[in-house]
């Protein structure tokens, strides 16, 4: 049995005897073969080019920065593979620019793409647009169901609101609830209208709830209007407790500092730096994080996974749900 008759069969080319083949599969399939990835890669000497696709982030300190850092520092292992990265962000105001990076995506043709589908409508165009090309994405951050995506890298959006409201529920004895949506276009929002219908499912499960519970949408904070609107509905329907969707809590830290309102209760989510300075002053109280760094490093990590080395990848990779208070934020790595 020649070499070149073996390399046929696992390359699946070429004709090769019906009984031959069979006999080199038992063999294969009895050593327990797995194929040389890099050997292979090396040989072709093709590279993989990956093209990420975040929102971009409004500072350095923004939560953008954190999972494209681990995407970095995925990428920096496999130099022996020749993977390249090509990194394109979109304004988290506009759909369109959403659109226009898409758009140059695919003029590259990279051989996979990593993204948060942060406008549901437009990531659907965009997705049928990679299905036509057969370029495989994986997911990050927020989640579209069933959608052809390889894999989702994040946390469970609805598990995530379910969170958020049972400890808002047990530090908060009485009183209204004010959710918060710090997002223009909240219809085309899905992981942060995941977590607004989680949170509200958590209290009609309550025969007797003692809350009635609001939505204020807050689509731009670059003037006060907001915070004057906000501030007015607290009082007018007595609010005690306010729920953040998003990383943007801080913005209500500023306000009750601002106004003084003292002794609401607020729970927002991730370790950003404003977030957590208001932390550390008891203007939030709990913060909902979600390891952002990890994330793309396990994002970018599937796809090379299943892209360069051909495996079998999980669809669903859920992440943990970790609750942060001022007494435990320390000793997470990201503020030592």
């Not at 390249?84 to 003029?107: V, Y």
């Not at 949170?199 to 907001?226: E, G, I, M, Q, S």
Request: glycine content about 4%; proline content about 4%.
């Amino acid at each position: 049995m020649s070499i070149g008759t073996v390399d046929r069969v696992l390359h699946n080319r070429g004709e090769v005897a019906a009984a031959t083949r069979k006999k080199i599969l038992d063999i294969i399939e009895e050593l327990d073969y797995q194929p040389n990835i890099l050997a292979s890669t090396l040989a072709s000497k093709k590279s993989a080019v990956f093209a990420t696709l975040f929102p971009q982030p409004p500072s350095e300190e923004g939560y953008w920065n954190k999972p494209f850092i681990g995407v970095q520092k995925r990428i920096a292992e496999l130099p022996q593979y020749g993977v390249q990265m090509e990194s394109f962000t979109f304004s988290q105001q506009s759909p369109e620019s959403f659109i226009a990076e898409s758009k140059r995506i695919l003029e590259l043709k990279p051989d996979g793409v990593l993204m948060a589908p942060f406008f549901k409508k437009e990531a659907l165009h965009f997705i049928d647009q990679l299905k036509e090309q057969n370029i495989p994405f994986v997911f990050i951050d927020s989640e579209i169901k069933d959608a052809g995506q390889l894999s989702y890298i994040g946390q469970d959006s609805y598990q995530s609101g379910l969170v958020s409201g049972k400890i808002l529920d047990m530090i908060l004895p009485d009183g209204n609830i004010l959710v918060v949506h710090f997002a223009k276009e909240m219809d085309n929002q899905n992981h942060l209208i995941q977590r607004e219908r989680a949170f509200y499912d958590w209290f009609a499960k309550r025969a007797d709830c003692p809350h009635t519970l609001f939505t204020t949408d807050v689509p731009n904070t670059d003037d006060d209007a907001w915070m004057q609107k906000i501030e007015s509905q607290i009082k007018t329907d007595h609010i005690k407790g306010i729920f953040v969707t998003n990383s943007k809590v801080f913005h209500i830290g500023r306000l009750i500092e601002k106004y003084r309102l003292n002794g609401i209760k607020v729970i927002g989510h991730d370790l950003l730096k404003e977030n957590v300075e208001f932390l550390k002053k008891d203007l939030v109280h709990f913060l909902i994080c979600q390891r952002p760094e990890e994330q793309g490093y396990d994002a970018i990590d599937k796809l090379f996974r299943s892209v360069v080395q051909k495996r079998k990848i999980e669809a669903e990779n859920y992440t943990s749900i970790d609750i942060i208070t001022k007494e435990n934020v320390d000793y997470y790595k990201e503020f030592k």
